[in-house]
């Protein structure tokens, strides 16, 4: 896209909070009932899932750990202050919230000497146990893992929605609407609010560091997007024009015109429809897709813009969502779910299409 002037156009001076962003299952459905989610950091449970193990040798100690009640960049600073380093030296794949219990490899970078004694115990007194721990010659990176699992409780009157558990299977056969989760815009869209103020003055990295206003504007017009999409039915299909992306990958390829076998792999949920991550580049998109895509900065033209001048990239993001290996069981007083989202996917998605709460 274009630069673009952000001074040219006007958009609302305040964006209301929480957004309206349309659920797929309440037109057949209805609005779900209220439940709870998250009462308990065990309520909550996540467990990343990589690809590869340590290779047994190198100068970064990788440790594979259980965090309760703490965000990931805290444990990379306990761990990071245990071994006399910096936090930079400290190596994970995924963000992982608060208020959960999650599984994830940390690395952290040793040259030539051993870890800390006692740093086991140490990590342990602050919420962090050890599972399992490895040598590997490379710093873990940012976006190598390949999915997170996840086990949730559910309790409150959805218990009782006799539609809780069709709308569940329906989830399973025809897939997620792949909304950005609210982690990702901040307490009441705090997040948002301040990234279009950072971006209206023009954006700079020592104001943003690790980049999370960009991500919390740009996460905003992809769900725009695709609220829309879900709006109009297309969430799920592709249109003329569109930038398909293969299941459980990065591939991605143009659609000129849908056809008969295209639309069955999409039935299948083979292939999905994408949407842009607004930023600088042109869009591959064409026709009608790229018509939807040319309303947000008619829309939002200083989000546009700004996240443009900041020269963020443009990329594309799934529309939809598979869960993988979905199940769903009854406790007292309780029903968990369980299943397994792509990196990047928020299960925040799944449930508010299954519960209504205030935070979803």
Same mark, same amino acid.
């Given at each position: 896209? %274009?630069?673009? #002037?952000?001074? *040219?156009?006007?958009?609302?001076?305040?964006?209301?909070?929480?957004p =309206?962003w349309?659920?797929?299952?309440?037109?057949?459905?209805g609005?779900?009932?209220?439940?709870? !989610?998250?009462? =308990?950091?065990?309520d909550?449970?996540?467990? #990343?899932?990589?690809?590869?193990? %340590?290779?047994?040798e190198?100068e970064?100690?990788?440790?594979?750990? #259980?965090?309760?009640?703490?965000? =990931?960049?805290?444990?990379?600073?306990?761990?990071?202050?245990?071994?006399?380093? &910096?936090p930079?030296?400290v190596? !994970? &794949?995924?963000?992982k919230?608060?208020?959960?219990?999650?599984?994830?490899?940390?690395s952290?970078?040793?040259p030539?000497?051993?870890?800390p004694?006692g740093?086991h115990?140490?990590?342990?007194?602050?919420?962090?146990?050890?599972?399992?721990?490895a040598?590997?010659?490379r +710093?873990?990176k940012?976006?190598?893992?390949?999915?997170?699992? @996840?086990?949730?409780?559910?309790?409150g009157?959805?218990?009782?929605?006799?539609e809780?558990?069709?709308?569940?299977?329906? $989830?399973?056969?025809?897939?997620v609407?792949?909304?950005?989760?609210?982690?990702? @815009?901040?307490?009441?869209?705090?997040?948002?609010?301040?990234?279009? *103020?950072l971006?209206?003055?023009?954006w700079r990295?020592?104001d943003d560091?690790?980049?999370?206003?960009l /991500?919390?504007?740009?996460? @905003?017009?992809?769900?725009?997007l695709?609220?829309?999409?879900?709006?109009e039915? *297309?969430?799920?299909?592709?249109?003329a024009?569109?930038?398909?992306?293969?299941?459980?990958?990065?591939?991605?390829? /143009?659609?000129?015109? %849908?056809?008969?076998?295209?639309?069955?792999?999409a039935?299948?949920?083979?292939?999905?429809?994408?949407?842009?991550?607004w930023?600088?580049?042109? *869009?591959?998109? +064409?026709?009608?897709?790229?018509? $939807?895509?040319?309303? $947000?900065?008619d829309?939002? %033209?200083?989000?546009?813009?700004?996240?443009?001048h900041?020269e963020?990239r443009?990329?594309?993001? &799934?529309?939809?969502?598979r869960?993988?290996?979905? /199940?769903? /069981?009854?406790? #007292?007083?309780?029903?968990?779910?369980?299943?397994s989202?792509?990196?990047?996917?928020?299960?925040?998605?799944v449930?508010?299409?299954?519960?209504?709460?205030p =935070?979803?």
């Amino acid at each position: 896209m %274009p630069v673009r #002037e952000a001074a *040219s156009r006007r958009e609302p001076d305040a964006i209301a909070w929480p957004p =309206t962003w349309p659920r797929v299952l309440d037109a057949e459905f209805g609005s779900p009932s209220a439940g709870e !989610y998250r009462a =308990t950091p065990e309520d909550f449970q996540v467990a #990343e899932v990589l690809d590869f193990v %340590p290779e047994g040798e190198g100068e970064h100690l990788w440790l594979h750990i #259980e965090k309760r009640d703490l965000t =990931t960049a805290m444990a990379v600073r306990d761990l990071a202050r245990l071994c006399d380093v &910096s936090p930079r030296d400290v190596g !994970y &794949s995924g963000m992982k919230d608060r208020v959960a219990v999650t599984r994830q490899w940390l690395s952290v970078q040793l040259p030539g000497r051993e870890a800390p004694t006692g740093l086991h115990d140490a990590l342990a007194e602050r919420g962090i146990r050890v599972l399992a721990e490895a040598r590997h010659p490379r +710093k873990l990176k940012r976006g190598v893992h390949r999915a997170n699992r @996840f086990r949730l409780r559910l309790t409150g009157a959805a218990l009782e929605d006799p539609e809780l558990e069709a709308r569940w299977a329906r $989830l399973g056969e025809e897939g997620v609407a792949n909304y950005f989760g609210p982690q990702r @815009f901040g307490p009441d869209g705090r997040n948002l609010q301040r990234a279009r *103020s950072l971006l209206a003055r023009g954006w700079r990295k020592r104001d943003d560091r690790d980049g999370m206003l960009l /991500s919390a504007a740009r996460s @905003f017009l992809f769900n725009e997007l695709l609220a829309e999409r879900v709006h109009e039915g *297309s969430w799920n299909r592709l249109l003329a024009g569109e930038v398909a992306i293969l299941d459980g990958t990065a591939s991605q390829f /143009s659609v000129e015109a %849908p056809d008969a076998e295209l639309d069955a792999r999409a039935a299948r949920l083979d292939l999905h429809p994408s949407g842009i991550l607004w930023g600088v580049g042109e *869009s591959v998109a +064409k026709e009608a897709a790229l018509a $939807l895509e040319n309303r $947000l900065p008619d829309r939002y %033209p200083a989000l546009c813009a700004g996240l443009e001048h900041a020269e963020v990239r443009l990329a594309r993001r &799934s529309l939809r969502l598979r869960l993988g290996e979905p /199940s769903l /069981s009854r406790g #007292e007083n309780a029903l968990w779910l369980a299943f397994s989202l792509p990196r990047g996917a928020f299960a925040t998605a799944v449930l508010r299409e299954l519960i209504a709460h205030p =935070t979803l």
